[in-house]
């Protein structure tokens, strides 16, 4: 099983909603990623996770909160998101973060459109 | 800061040879990645060098300078199914963790 997994891969959104993306790993990964990607842009890193810590957070807004319940699951809580928040988040996870984390592996991703 | 360039755009015919170069300036050094990307779908890895020169998988190939802060993946025997967006992407080793940087992307349109 190399497989990433997403949910919801399409969310739309008020301002004032509160919504959870979700993403789930069994390749016994201790690492796990979100990106963030506009239109025609590169991901860009948001948060790592290293053994269930966050050990990156690449100054995001309160508004995303990261959650690491386990060490296959990974969340992003959403609250009082702003339209230019409207993008495709990425979800990855590699072996591990530290110095020979190996390929990351992505999940298809979910696209968000904040109205 | 860190800094991470490729060409915007490439185009090449099927069955030629194409070469997109990537050039960067970071620190905490740590590995380069090169992934494709079809419009709308998630990133998937093609190549990894961390020493200096050639790694080669098939159709794919990609070479690493690392005193020149240079990349270049090779595409061999284009398909049509290879027009997509080909991203650079930096591994940086800093405070006991990796995270990986992207590139801009460069498109890729294979023709006939």
């Known amino acids: 099983d190399t497989e990433v997994t997403q949910t919801p891969k399409h969310l739309v959104m008020g301002m004032t909603n509160k919504k959870s993306l979700k993403c789930e790993q069994h390749?016994?990964?201790?690492?796990m990623y979100w990106y963030k990607q506009k239109a025609k842009k590169p991901p860009e890193l948001m948060f790592v996770y290293s053994y269930e810590k966050l050990s990156i957070n690449e100054s995001v807004p309160s508004r995303f909160s990261p959650e690491c319940p386990n060490s296959s699951l990974l969340n992003l809580h959403l609250h009082a998101l702003q339209p230019e928040d409207s993008a495709l988040y990425l979800c990855?996870?590699?072996?591990?973060?530290?110095?020979?984390?190996?390929?990351?592996?992505f999940g298809e991703g979910s696209r968000l459109t904040v109205l | 800061g860190q800094n991470i360039d490729q060409p915007t755009e490439m185009t090449a015919t099927e069955g030629a040879i194409v070469q997109i170069n990537c050039t960067y300036q970071?620190?905490?050094?740590?590995?380069l990645f090169w992934y494709q990307q079809h419009a709308g779908e998630a990133p998937t890895f093609l190549s990894y060098?961390?020493?200096?020169g050639l790694e080669e998988k098939g159709r794919f190939s990609s070479f690493l300078s690392r005193s020149k802060g240079y990349s270049y993946l090779l595409l061999k025997e284009l398909q049509m199914k290879d027009s997509a967006s080909y991203l650079c992407?930096?591994?940086?080793?800093?405070?006991?963790?990796?995270?990986?940087?992207f590139g801009a992307g460069t498109r890729l349109a294979v023709h006939p």
């Open positions: 060098n961390v020493l200096d």
């Open positions: 990855a996870s590699s072996q591990n973060s530290g110095a020979n984390t190996g390929e990351l592996f």
């Open positions: 390749m016994g990964h201790r690492a």
């Open positions: 992407a930096v591994r940086l080793f800093s405070g006991g963790y990796n995270k990986l940087i």
């Open positions: 970071t620190s905490g050094f740590n590995g």
